[in-house]
């Protein structure tokens, strides 16, 4: 007879949404995964890609053995060895090239969130790569543009609560494809609507599932949205909008911003850079301004241009303007992770790193291995959490690099992604179900432990274990790498300090234990101040009652509401009190002036574009958008059969009139390029886009497509203007017709 069991987890991918799963064991062996009711946020429901997540554990592809290169690089053929040779070759070859005239910083660690968990994530990898003094990896290639941006403005990443917005009268969806990527948060937005009678509209180039179930949709030019911002401050000013005594007291700047955009940033001028009407942008500026309160929601995509910190920066001026910071539910959410003050000093060891160690930022991957940073050669590379061959910009060189002979290149992967074939040595990982994690959320303030569910399948290894034993065959201390994941947690929540020192232990995290996690599951962080552990304790076990069940099993189907019973959540500006140096909402930014950048919120016009670059789009005309498919994460989940069959095939959307001028009919193969690179998807001819715009969702492994090349073979490694982040989006193409015109 089989017993059942029920183990809580974490979903760790790339999501904001970091839902509470919980896994059922038929003996040994998962069967299903469904939602944690008790997530107060997640409310037990999970997307339609983690619901099948045993698919995915014991799928027929999932490495379960170390194996070394036998074929030319780029083959993907292997022979299998043991882990005591695997580890034992990259411990030699490390040390040889350590031990060489380049030094240890010939070797790049290159990873990014494939897990979100900080000890699988960024945990003792650091430490390791820390203590052998390899390069530093500046992890850049999603979200650094918009926090550069954002803290110049608020001082740091706090903005409002998500379960603040169930309670909002006007959301704005700023390109944010909450219904896909965010979906426990787009629940929020829907109860505001039922229940609240909140408009959502959603500004975005794009006709996204967000765009098409909100009330109103607005498609700017892509890599214009500070200038539809300064347009709305244009008409808020003018109109006598704006809430002048929030101004007067908590902000810095009001003056110089108000003569700006009176001057610069007429509705007319700002419709012209947006290509909306103007009519559009004042309407937008009066109902923003009046409907109180109101939440922006601003996302990634914006970010993705060589202007994306400062619009970003740009955007989130708006609240303080209108006064919506005075609101629980009113403000500007980018993302929660700042929330989690976990004690990474303690795991990471940064006091390890030797002096002078250069920092390679990740989006520019095909110049460090074409050798043209500063610095030493990249002699080696070692991947895990990433897919950088599918993933990284510039594509064609970053494959190219990867075919070096002189380079060694590790790969710690669960999938033969399209890296895995480029090995030198491939490590077989384990999934979320195999190991044990700790995970704070970019999309919601609740802490929650994951303890593995089953036992690791094959001879899989978490990335822990893997640093130790690769520290172990190295000879580093003993008492920095002998330590368990338990303890790695503790030490991230702050435990020993808390007993010696119990006023060191950051407000946020105080009473938040792992023996806690492990009895009563996710715990919100303490947002009141003052605030003592006891109120802390009872606040945290407030769980939203009605009928928590919201079914979302595939992203096209409607979900039940409940009408919202919510935690009082904090206005966190209601009283100024920003985290900035002067204590105000800078308008006005020292910290910007002194590196020679604008010091007031502009626009900055996107690296390539019709307007920007005439002579490029002259061959490349069309603005390239590579969103997130709603049935991958990133380059994630591709190797799930079911999902790829959803996602059918690479494709490209493309408005009729694009279409038509050049002879493309709905359905045909088209070819994408421009100088960098080329693509091939299957045309869908329709009004999901502006003329003007192309959308290929994304990311697909080159593997499964045609040609064996996915869109990042077009994008650029231009850096944005803040945060060094990666502008994906940024790219001009043109598309033609492939022939033969059509398959099946
Ligand atoms: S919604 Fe996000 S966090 Fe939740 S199961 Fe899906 S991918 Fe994971």
Redesign the pocket.
């Known amino acids: 007879m089989t017993t059942h069991k029920t183990v809580r987890s974490v979903?760790p991918?790339d999501?904001p949404?970091?839902?509470g799963m919980l896994v059922t064991l038929d003996g040994d062996r998962a069967v299903s995964v469904r939602g944690d009711r008790e997530n107060p946020f997640?409310r037990g429901f999970?997307?339609h890609?983690?619901s099948r997540y045993p698919e995915r554990v014991y799928h027929r592809d999932r490495l379960q053995f170390p194996m070394r290169r036998v074929g030319p690089k780029g083959s993907g053929q292997f022979e299998r060895i043991s882990w005591d040779s695997a580890l034992a070759e990259i411990a030699e070859r490390f040390k040889a090239i350590a031990d060489g005239p380049h030094g240890p910083q010939a070797i790049l660690p290159y990873s990014y969130c494939g897990t979100m968990g900080k000890i699988q994530s960024e945990g003792l990898d650091r430490r390791f790569f820390h203590r052998l003094g390899a390069s530093l990896l500046d992890r850049t290639i999603c979200a650094t543009a918009g926090v550069a941006g954002y803290t110049a403005t608020i001082g740091s990443r706090q903005g409002t609560d998500p379960e603040a917005f169930s309670q909002s009268k006007y959301i704005i969806n700023w390109g944010s494809n909450t219904a896909v990527t965010n979906?426990h948060l787009w629940v929020r937005m829907v109860e505001a609507r039922k229940y609240n009678g909140a408009k959502i509209v959603t500004i975005d180039p794009y006709r996204s599932q967000t765009a098409a179930r909100s009330d109103w949709h607005l498609s700017p030019r892509p890599g214009t949205d500070a200038a539809l911002a300064l347009g709305l401050m244009h008409v808020i000013f003018r109109d006598q909008l704006a809430d002048e005594d929030y101004l007067t007291q908590h902000c810095l700047g009001t003056e110089e911003l108000r003569a700006r955009v009176l001057t610069d940033y007429s509705p007319i001028r700002v419709a012209r850079i947006t290509g909306l009407s103007e009519a559009d942008i004042e309407r937008l500026a009066l109902e923003y301004a009046t409907t109180q309160p109101s939440a922006i929601r601003i996302n990634y995509g914006l970010q993705r241009h060589a202007g994306g910190g400062m619009a970003v920066r740009t955007i989130a001026c708006l609240p303080a303007i209108i006064g919506a910071w005075r609101h629980a539910a009113g403000g500007i959410l980018l993302s929660t992770s700042a929330s989690f003050p976990f004690q990474m000093s303690a795991v990471q060891r940064p006091d390890l790193i030797p002096l002078r160690t250069r920092t390679i930022n990740m989006t520019q991957l095909a110049e460090a291995l074409h050798g043209e940073l500063p610095g030493p050669p990249v002699q080696a590379l070692y991947v895990y959490n990433s897919n950088p061959a599918a993933i990284a910009p510039d594509q064609q060189r970053v494959l190219s690099g990867l075919l070096r002979d002189d380079l060694f290149t590790v790969v710690h992967e669960q999938f033969p992604t399209d890296t895995v074939d480029y090995a030198d040595i491939v490590l077989p990982a384990t999934t979320q179900l195999e190991h044990f994690d700790l995970h704070g959320s970019y999309g919601h303030q609740y802490v929650q432990v994951n303890v593995p569910a089953i036992a690791p399948l094959g001879e899989a290894r978490c990335n822990t274990d893997v640093f130790r034993g690769l520290a172990k065959q190295l000879g580093f201390e003993t008492e920095l790498f002998d330590v368990s994941d338990e303890q790695l947690a503790r030490d991230l929540l702050w435990e020993s300090v808390s007993t010696t020192s119990p006023d060191q232990v950051p407000l946020a995290l105080r009473g938040i234990t792992l023996d806690r996690l492990k009895t009563e599951g996710a715990i919100k962080i303490n947002v009141q101040q003052p605030h003592s552990v006891e109120a802390a304790s009872k606040l945290t076990r407030s769980v939203s009652e009605g009928d928590p069940t919201h079914e979302f099993p595939t992203p096209s189907l409607t979900l039940r509401v409940s009408k919202p019973v919510v935690q009082q959540p904090v206005a966190p500006f209601a009283n100024g009190g920003f985290p900035t140096p002067s204590g105000k909402c800078e308008f006005y930014c020292d910290r910007l002036a002194k590196q020679g950048i604008d010091p007031l919120p502009t626009f900055i016009p996107p690296a390539e574009s019709p307007d920007s670059a005439p002579e490029l789009a002259a061959r490349f005309p069309l603005q390239l958008l590579t969103p997130p498919s709603p049935h991958f994460?990133n380059s994630t989940f591709v190797e799930v059969d079911s999902l790829r069959r959803s996602a059918v095939e690479p494709q490209l959307e493309i408005s009729p009139n694009d279409a038509a001028h050049r002879g493309i009919q709905h359905g045909e193969l088209v070819n994408i390029f421009n100088d960098r690179g080329s693509f091939t998807a299957r045309a869908i001819v329709g009004e999901t886009v502006r003329p003007g715009v192309v959308v290929s969702p994304s990311i697909w492994w080159n593997k499964h497509s045609l040609g064996n090349r996915n869109c990042n073979s077009t994008a650029p490694t231009r850096l944005t203007d803040l945060g060094g982040g990666a502008t994906f989006f940024d790219n001009l193409v043109q598309v033609e017709r492939l022939e033969p015109t059509r398959a099946s």
């Open positions: 979903c991918h999501c949404d970091a839902c997640t999970l997307c890609k983690v979906m994460l």
